[in-house]
C-alpha cells in the first residue's frame, strides 16, 4: 500500500505551528536581541565600512562557537568558498568533487577558480556525500601521480573535495577524510547551512584545510548578506584575511599591495548585525530543534511520506526541515507543494541537481541514481526558530 492523503499532510504541518500568522515563510530572520543598538551605533559613531570593532568581535565570536583558530568575515558565503579554494591550492584546470546536490553557489565558486565542478553522489542517511561511494568511484577513474590524485578519464587533476553539510546535516566525514589522505585531495567544508551542527562532537567546518560559513537571509544566523572562512591554520588564516582585504600591506598612511587582492571584507554594520545574531544562537538552536522534534511526532504515523531526521553521528541545527516522500508517491510531489503553499505554509522542492543546469551539464559526473532520487522526494517545509512557543 502506498498512499497519501495530502491533506492529512497540511493538517499535520498546521499543528506543528503555535503562532498564528498569514504565511508561514520556509527560513525568515529574527531581531530579537540587540541587533537595533549594535547597527545604530555603527551610524552614529560613522564607522559603518570596512573597518570597525564589530568585525573583529564577530570574528572572536565565529572562532569561539566553531571551535577553529582563525574566522575570517567576508561579504558572502560565496566568496568565502572562493578564496578557501584559492587558499587550498586550486588552480585552473583542476577538478573539484562536489554533490550534485547542493545549492548553486558551490559549483559557481570552484567555476571562478577556472576549476572544473565534478559531480559526486549523496547518501540517504545525510544526504550529503557518499564517501564509500565516491571510494569506490576513485578507486576506477583515479590514479595517483607526483601531482596528486589524476582523473584517466579526463586527464587533470583532482585537487580537492567540497563535503556540503545539506540543509545542516552533517557529512559522514571520517571515511571521507581518509580518501583524501589516501588520494591527497584536499577537503574544504561548505558548513554554509550547518552554523550549530556538530560531527561526533566537533563543530561542522573543524575537517576542512578551510571551510566556509554563510549569514544570508535565510541562513541560521544573518548579517543581511555575510560569510566567513573559517580554519584551523593560523597561517592560511592570515593568508585569508590578507587576500579578502585587497592584499593591503598594513600600513598608517602607505598604499602598498602585494599581490592581486579581493575587496571581500564584511562591513562593519552588517558584522554589528552578525555579533548581535550569534548572542542569540544558542536559544535559535534550541527553538529549531524543538520545531524539528515537533515535526517528527506530527509525522511518525503518515503514510507515503517521512519526516528527515539527523544521522546518528550527528547533532544538527535543523537548518531547513525536510519531508521526504516515499519513492512510490514521489510523482505526487508537486501536488503536495501547491496544496501546502494554497494553504499560507511556504514549502519548496530540493535544488535543480547541478548536472542538470545549461552552464554545468558538460562537466564530469559519476553515477548520480541517489541524488536524482532525493531530489524527486524531497520537500523543504518552514524551519524559523519562532514558530515554536517556548512550552507549546
Ligand atoms: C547559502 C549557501 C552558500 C553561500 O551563499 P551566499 O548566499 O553567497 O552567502 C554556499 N553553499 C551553500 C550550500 C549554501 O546554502
Redesign the pocket.
Known amino acids: 500500500m502506498n498512499n497519501l492523503n495530502i491533506e492529512t499532510v497540511v493538517k499535520a504541518l498546521k499543528s506543528v505551528y503555535s503562532i498564528d500568522r498569514g504565511f508561514i515563510g520556509l527560513h525568515e530572520p529574527c531581531f530579537a536581541g540587540n541587533e537595533w543598538t549594535y547597527v545604530k551605533e555603527c551610524i552614529d559613531t560613522t564607522w559603518v565600512s570596512s573597518a570597525g570593532k564589530y568585525v573583529d568581535r564577530f570574528e572572536a565570536m565565529l572562532a569561539d562557537f566553531t571551535g577553529v583558530k582563525k574566522a575570517v568575515a567576508v561579504v558572502?558565503?560565496?566568496?568565502?568558498?572562493h578564496i578557501a579554494l584559492k587558499l587550498a591550492g586550486v588552480e585552473p584546470g583542476d577538478e573539484v568533487l562536489i554533490p550534485a546536490l547542493?545549492?548553486v553557489?558551490?559549483a559557481n565558486?570552484v567555476t571562478y577558480c577556472s576549476a572544473v565542478p565534478h559531480f559526486a553522489d549523496s547518501e540517504e542517511r545525510t544526504l550529503g556525500l557518499d564517501p564509500h561511494k565516491l571510494r569506490d568511484y576513485l578507486k576506477n577513474i583515479a590514479r595517483l601521480n607526483s601531482d596528486g590524485c589524476i582523473n584517466k578519464r579526463t586527464g587533470r587533476r583532482i585537487k580537492a573535495v567540497i563535503p556540503?553539510?545539506?540543509f545542516g546535516h552533517p557529512v559522514d566525514l571520517d571515511p571521507l577524510a581518509d580518501i583524501c589522505k589516501e588520494y591527497k585531495i584536499e577537503m574544504i567544508e561548505?558548513a554554509?547551512?550547518s552554523l550549530g551542527s556538530y560531527y561526533k562532537g566537533a563543530h561542522t567546518g573543524n575537517r576542512g584545510k578551510l571551510s566556509?560559513l554563510?549569514?544570508?537571509g535565510?541562513?541560521t544566523i544573518t548579517t543581511g548578506?555575510?560569510?566567513a572562512i573559517i580554519t584551523n591554520d593560523e597561517a592560511l588564516g592570515k593568508l585569508a584575511k590578507h587576500l579578502t582585504s585587497t592584499a593591503k600591506i598594513p600600513h598608517r598612511w602607505e598604499y602598498r599591495h602585494d599581490e592581486i587582492g579581493y575587496n571581500f571584507r564584511l562591513p562593519n554594520i552588517n558584522a554589528a548585525l552578525g555579533c548581535a545574531q550569534m548572542e542569540q544562537l544558542p536559544k535559535f538552536l534550541e527553538q529549531k530543534r524543538r520545531l524539528a522534534e515537533r515535526y517528527q511526532n506530527a509525522f511518525q504515523d503518515i503514510e507515503g511520506i517521512k519526516f528527515f531526521t539527523e544521522p546518528p553521528f550527528a547533532r544538527s541545527n535543523y537548518w531547513l526541515n525536510i519531508l521526504l516522500l516515499d519513492t512510490a508517491v514521489s510523482d505526487k510531489r508537486d501536488e503536495v507543494l501547491e496544496k501546502t503553499n494554497d494553504n499560507g505554509i511556504m514549502t519548496r522542492p530540493a535544488w535543480t541537481l547541478m548536472h542538470r543546469l545549461p552552464m554545468f551539464k558538460e562537466y564530469p559526473v559519476m553515477d548520480l541514481s541517489c541524488a536524482e532520487s532525493l531530489a524527486k522526494c524531497l520537500i523543504n517545509i518552514p524551519s524559523s526558530p519562532f514558530l515554536v512557543e517556548e512550552n507549546a
Open positions: 558572502n558565503g560565496t566568496a568565502a568558498l547542493t545549492f553557489a558551490t565558486a556540503v553539510h545539506t561548505d554554509a547551512e566556509i554563510s549569514f544570508n535565510n541562513k548578506g555575510g560569510g
